[in-house]
Nanobody, 123 residues
Framework: QVQVVESGGGLVQPGGSLRLSCEASGLTESIYEMGWYRQAPGKLREMVATLSNAGLTTLSRAKYGGTVKGRFTVSREHAKYTVYLQMNNLEPDDTAVYYC????????????WGQGTLVTVSV
């Protein structure tokens, strides 16, 4: 199986920056996509950014949700299943619980979620 653990949330002022980390363990060679989703109070969970396999290159193709493009960057630590979300120019509307997600396949589909980390953007 696969497990993911997030870290790095906290309180930040508008315009500030934070970096979230997500480390996968277990059957990591089965993973073909890792990414970040968020859920604000009273709203549906939405995709923030994902990294997926592109051909033979592991976790190299990035995709972003419309509201974070240009401000957030998703990246992967070389040769590891650790994914980062660098968040710059944070806005109050970015306040949410951020969840790491991993998709994989090993004889059957795998989907796992982290426990979530709270990001609060406020003065």
């Amino acid at each position: 199986q696969v497990q993911v653990v997030e870290s790095g949330g906290g309180l930040v002022q508008p315009g500030g920056s934070l970096r979230l980390s997500c480390e996968a363990s277990g059957l990591t060679e089965s993973i073909y996509e890792m990414g970040w989703y968020r859920q604000a109070p009273g709203k549906l969970r939405e995709m923030v950014a994902t990294l997926s396999n592109a051909g033979l290159t592991t976790l190299s193709r990035a995709k972003y949700g419309g509201t974070v493009k240009g401000r957030f960057t998703v990246s992967r630590e070389h040769a590891k299943y650790t994914v980062y979300l660098q968040m710059n120019n944070l806005e109050p509307d970015d306040t949410a619980v951020y969840y790491c997600n991993a998709l994989g396949y090993d004889a059957a589909s795998i989907e796992v979620w982290g426990q979530g980390t709270l990001v609060t953007v406020s003065v």
